[in-house]
């Protein structure tokens, strides 16, 4: 990964900064590895819809499951964040990939409501790990001036993991069955997790020159005890703001994401298979809302984070109503359009909240705990809105959703309105 000694490394363009062939390579890993984890998480909207018509079990039930690992994943994600300031992610990341892709195999095997609810619990408590990790490791590598794109370019990990992994298990369900929706995604999985276990770097060598040595959060090693960096990161004022954002625009996110496929397959009586690629749409499309935003906010709002969410977030909310009134005419191909532009604003978003936010208002050397911190109430929301989607489904309909989730897009806006000016010179 180094250099040899008294050698300089290249340095290459990128989006008008420099970057090193070194920091190119611990960015793919990153990104290999958190798309990774995608692949057995989103893989369960494939896989619910199987469970549901095998089983006989309700909407109210398969929300109950999928919000199981939401509830668990929050939980962890306020522990692991701060463990995460302490473990190597060469050697976490891995073994919790690993172990996430064990927990997919045995669910492959089940059936019953409550063993699957808690194997997919177990598997958000390990997969609570990999966020932090990443974040912490991207924030080692890359200094303030670069973060709001090497975050964006990170960032769209997620979101083409989570278009892979429903993807893959709508093509793997629709020929061999929902349990295969579990199986495919863990063998990639495994393989994952030991290449980058050869790959990964924690931090880079000194004589690279390639953090701040004014910037503590540029540095390795915890100084303070796990109950001070927690409530240190709670005290914080900004990530607590960006914390309630984050909850809201996670009803939304996770709206679509878990939803869209139950959505078309109910209401327009296409395949699962059709239903699950239409709704590529709205992850794909966030891709280019996050490398957007990610670009504007370092190069034009000179680390300005919250104006750009802002206008994401209260447009999302707009065109929300516009999808499901398409979608229930029968114009399918606007509907698709209008949902990727939705996907562009979300994710955008949710890439400035939970990806670079907290790098820029994270005091001292707690990156990872801000990060999880932040994440971790936004994953209320998460877990919320499984139950919640399923019951409203149940008893009122999918107009009743889609409302919810406009209200939710605008109260997200409304929490960065007092973070307008703000940018991480200002911490």
């Avoid at 611990?26 to 619910?48: D, E, H, Q």
């Avoid at 060469?90 to 892709?101: D, F, H, T, Y």
């Avoid at 004014?214 to 900004?238: A, F, Y």
Wanted: charged share 10%.
């Amino acid at each position: 990964m180094a250099p040899a000694a008294g050698h300089h490394e290249t340095r290459l363009p990128l989006q008008g900064c420099h970057t090193t062939r070194s920091q190119l390579l611990i960015l793919c890993t990153l990104w290999l590895a958190y798309a990774s984890f995608y692949l057995g998480r989103l893989n369960i909207s494939v896989a619910l819809p199987g469970l549901r018509s095998e089983y006989n079990w309700t909407a109210a039930q398969a929300g109950a499951v999928a919000s199981a690992f939401y509830w668990s994943y929050l939980a962890g994600l306020l522990l692991n964040g701060q463990l995460a300031e302490r473990l190597s992610a060469r050697i976490s990341l891995p073994i919790a990939l690993g172990v996430s892709a064990a927990i997919n195999v045995l669910l492959a095997t089940q059936n019953s409501v409550l063993t699957v609810k808690i194997l997919w619990a177990a598997n958000g408590y390990v997969q609570a790990f990999a966020w932090p990790l990443v974040i912490k490791t991207l924030a080692l590598w890359f200094p303030a001036r670069s973060r709001g794109r090497a975050a964006a370019a990170v960032s769209t990990s997620y979101i083409l993991g989570g278009a892979i992994s429903v993807g893959l298990a709508g093509y793997f369900a629709g020929r061999a069955g929902w349990r295969s929706s579990f199986l495919a995604p863990a063998g990639l999985m495994i393989l994952v997790a030991v290449g980058i276990a050869f790959v990964l770097r924690d931090q880079p060598p000194e004589d690279l020159g390639l953090t701040d040595s004014k910037d503590p959060r540029g540095t390795m090693g915890v100084s303070k005890s796990i109950r001070q960096t927690l409530w240190q990161t709670i005290r914080t004022p900004r990530l607590r703001l960006l914390a309630l954002s984050l909850l809201f625009l996670n009803l939304v996110r996770y709206g679509f994401l878990l939803w869209a496929p139950s959505f078309l397959f109910e209401v327009t009586h296409v395949s699962i298979t059709k239903a699950a690629f239409s709704s590529l749409v709205f992850p794909l499309a966030g891709c280019a809302g996050v490398v957007g935003c990610g670009w504007l906010s370092d190069r034009m709002l000179a680390g300005r984070r919250a104006p750009i969410a802002f206008v994401c977030l209260v447009s999302a909310g707009l065109l929300t109503l516009a999808y499901r009134g398409s979608v229930l005419s029968g114009n399918g191909s606007l509907g698709l359009i209008v949902l990727g532009v939705i996907g562009a604003g979300i994710f955008g978003a949710h890439m400035l909240i939970v990806g670079v936010a907290p790098m820029d208002f994270a005091f001292g050397k707690t990156v990872a705990s801000a990060t999880g911190f932040v994440d971790s109430i936004g994953y209320v929301g998460v877990a919320a809105n499984t139950v919640l989607t399923g019951v409203l489904v149940d008893v009122v309909g999918w107009n009743a959703v889609f409302n919810s989730w406009t209200l939710a897009a605008f109260v997200s806006a409304a929490f960065l309105i007092p973070l307008w000016h703000d940018a991480a010179e200002a911490n």
